[in-house]
């Protein structure tokens, strides 16, 4: 057995990082208008936003694949005038990993948005506060257990990604090469001592994530009942 590279649980973590921050901003006024609106579109797009959950992989990643590619017309036009290359590099797992990870940020966030009580949304309207100071200063704070689960779910989740990030950004050391790809490689070349050690961090690592994001909603739970 080679001596170990954690390298690749590093590069996981930043890119989950990365992600969980992108999709932050992007899923936290989608979240808030899905769970306002009454919008008679809005069916299709929580379909759209969800399809990623039933998707498998391999058809996600090809997919996002083609849209990033050289032959595609956005793929080529980034490249020819921005120098910029969509595939098999690290923002090309990010691209794919957003896309993958949005329902895991959406749907949270907009089932805690739900469950708001109304009278107090329509008490700060009446305060006169617009619909982006309602959201950033009464409903944000308000549904933390929702927040915490978006954000740590949305890491967690970009953290175990493998079959899009495979297809997308390949396996390349230092750059696309994440934990999942590394344990797959270990597993091809029969190292199965190395690909017990990786599954047996990640296993830990989402066990943990899990039990606190469940702690974390016990105790707000607790006080809320006290109140």
Not at 2 to 12: H, I, K, Q, V, Y
Not at 16 to 30: C, D, E, G
Not at 170 to 197: F, L, Q, R
């Amino acid at each position: 057995m080679n001596e170990l590279n954690f390298e690749p649980f590093f590069l996981s973590f930043r890119l989950a990082a990365t992600v969980t921050f992108i999709l932050f901003l992007i899923a936290l006024p989608l979240g808030w208008w899905l769970s306002q609106t009454k919008n008679r579109f809005k069916p299709m797009i929580e379909a759209v936003v969800s399809l990623p959950i039933v998707l498998p992989p391999s058809v996600l990643g090809f997919y996002i694949l083609y849209a990033l590619s050289y032959n595609s017309p956005f793929g080529s036009f980034m490249n020819e005038y921005f120098g910029i290359k969509m595939v098999f590099n690290f923002t090309g797992l990010v691209i794919a990993s957003c896309f993958y990870s949005f329902p895991f940020m959406v749907q949270p966030l907009q089932g805690g948005f739900e469950s708001l009580n109304k009278n107090m949304l329509e008490a700060s309207y009446i305060a006169g506060k617009g619909k982006i100071k309602t959201l950033l200063h009464v409903a944000l704070p308000n549904i933390k257990p929702a927040l915490l689960t978006a954000l740590i779910i949305t890491f967690a989740h970009t953290v175990g990604e493998f079959g899009v990030v495979l297809m997308v950004g390949g396996s390349i050391p230092g750059e696309t090469k994440v934990a999942s790809v590394a344990i797959y490689e270990y597993v091809e070349v029969m190292d199965y001592k190395s690909a017990h050690i990786y599954s047996a961090i990640m296993v830990a690592l989402s066990f943990l994530v899990l039990l606190g994001v469940y702690m974390f909603n016990q105790h707000q739970n607790r006080r809320l009942r006290v109140i």
